[in-house]
């Protein structure tokens, strides 16, 4: 972002309170006074806990030179303000005013928007798609997971003018949320990676999920691209709901499950399409495969190129094939794209492989969980080659509703089935992963129930040795990362 304090103003529909120097140009945006920089504008938000306008000095001193505000400052701290050089901004309402910046500085950018959402893989997707558009030029992702109404306008906020391509990543938990998000986003293109069982709390069934999720793919302008699962039954309904044949959008189909056939392609399957083939996981589950593309090269034919993710799981092979679908579209060799997929580290929290001093590995996978991709975790857990024994750490996952007991407890007869060797539960609905795990044959001996993140590492120090291999996964509001410092510090 590049803007002055004046076009600030206007964008977002402030009071000048302060303006020293009403051209100062401003490049960034942040709502915490520890991130503040020099040129930044700092945005005072007013939380439960905390409250921003209690640190719009320590945002100054640090270097930012604009701040928006929801209401007046003590006149001491008016005054600091100004003797620093710093703006000030009144605004009604902090968060819409960083959106309609948004919005603004959106149309400046000069490069493609590319839009991402689904129920499993998005962050991972999305950083997999990033790496591979570096490939191309300059490109500004999503950081972390910052995909909600604050994360998704700071995205394109962190973009400059002239960069190529914007990767944002877009979350949800209900219906007309990612429309709302696409209202100042207009992405280009869309990717949806998966709809699943994620939110099912709000929105009752699958379908209503794909609908919310179709939101994305209904943006996309006449000439767009959408993305599109080949291997998820909902990837029909989505693009139904988004009526893209009818609009002019085209549709790239990826499927990296293995059983993609060209012979049976039809509809949006049978245009463009990247798929996977002969896939199998090394020792720690990472997966190696033939990428095959059709429809990008000007020809009928196919290509094809060996790919070897650094990513462990299977789940990785469709979120390496959308992002290859994304990098063909976007002109890039299939030679140059699964280099960069083969570089791509996981980010933490997500399928992070931790080796502890005592010799055993741990498999950090606490960030989020929902049963897609608790299930994704634990078969790929089963897959690893492991010389002692398999522990799994796995707790309560949110937002499911009236599904989530039945969730639950799938989860525990799909670890009795795999064979793992000792499950340690985490919270009350935790506890029913442990009661199917013993339904489904595995030892009582062999299973521990805990009430949170302490008591579940003072039991799992007490199990682990040397060669011995630990899944932590559960929803973020569990806190499992603390089982995993635990660990490994």
């Known amino acids: 972002m590049q803007l002055s304090v004046t076009e600030i103003a206007e964008a977002v529909s402030a009071r000048i309170v302060a303006a020293p120097n009403p051209d100062a140009q401003i490049a960034s945006v942040t709502w915490d006074s520890r991130t503040a920089s020099e040129g930044s504008l700092y945005v005072a938000l007013a939380g439960e806990r905390v409250d921003g306008h209690d640190y719009v000095l320590a945002a100054v001193s640090a270097g930012a030179r604009c701040v928006l505000v929801t209401r007046s400052l003590p006149d001491e701290v008016v005054a600091r303000v100004q003797e620093l050089g710093a703006a000030i901004l009144l605004v009604d309402d902090a968060q819409v005013a960083i959106t309609d910046l948004a919005r603004v500085w959106r149309g400046r950018l000069q490069g493609r928007i590319v839009g991402l959402t689904g129920s499993n893989g998005k962050t991972t997707t999305k950083n997999l798609v990033r790496d591979v558009l570096a490939c191309a030029g300059s490109v500004t992702a999503t950081r972390g997971n910052q995909n909600n109404e604050l994360g998704v306008p700071n995205t394109l906020l962190a973009a400059d003018a002239d960069t190529l391509n914007v990767v944002v990543e877009m979350g949800m938990r209900g219906s007309g949320q990612i429309d709302s998000l696409c209202s100042f986003v207009r992405p280009d293109w869309g990717i949806v990676t998966q709809v699943g069982e994620s939110h099912i709390e709000l929105l009752g069934s699958r379908e209503n999920i794909a609908r919310a999720k179709s939101e994305l793919i ?86 094809s190129a060996t790919c070897s993710l650094a990513l462990s799981g299977l789940h990785n092979v469709h979120n390496a094939c959308a992002a290859a679908a994304v990098g063909l579209a976007a002109g890039l060799s299939l030679e140059v794209i699964v280099e960069a997929l083969g570089a791509a580290k996981p980010e933490s929290g997500r399928q992070e492989m931790l080796t502890a001093r005592e010799g055993f590995t741990v498999v950090n996978d606490a960030y989020n969980a929902n049963p897609d991709s608790m299930r994704a975790a634990l078969n790929t857990f089963a897959a690893m080659h492991v010389t002692g024994s398999r ?63 302490a008591g579940a590492l003072e039991v799992v120090k007490g199990l682990v040795g040397p060669g011995d291999a630990v899944l932590v996964k559960a929803s973020h509001s569990v806190g499992l990362e603390r089982v995993v410092e635990g660990l490994v510090d």
Do not use: K
Not at 295 to 303: I, K, T, V
Not at 404 to 409: E, I, S, V
Not at 415 to 434: C, H, Y
């Open 391 to 453: 522990i799994a750490v796995l707790g309560d996952m949110g937002e499911l509703g009236d599904f989530g007991p039945a969730g639950h407890r799938e989860m525990g007869a799909l670890a009795a089935a795999l064979g793992i060797d000792r499950l340690v539960s985490v919270g009350d609905l935790g506890s029913l992963i442990a009661e199917a795990a013993e339904e489904g044959g595995m030892p009582e001996d062999r299973v521990f129930r805990t009430a949170d993140a």
């Open 218 to 303: 209904a943006a996309l302008p006449e000439g767009g691209v959408a993305f599109l699962n080949g291997a998820d039954d909902m990837s029909d309904f989505v693009w139904e709901c988004a009526r893209g044949a009818e609009r002019g959008v085209g549709a790239v189909c990826f499927d990296g499950s293995g059983a993609y056939r060209e012979d049976a392609a039809r509809g949006w399957r049978a245009g463009r399409a990247v798929w996977a083939s002969d896939i199998s996981l090394d020792d720690a589950g990472r997966a190696s495969f033939t990428l095959f593309a059709r429809g990008f090269s000007g020809d009928a034919g196919c290509e």
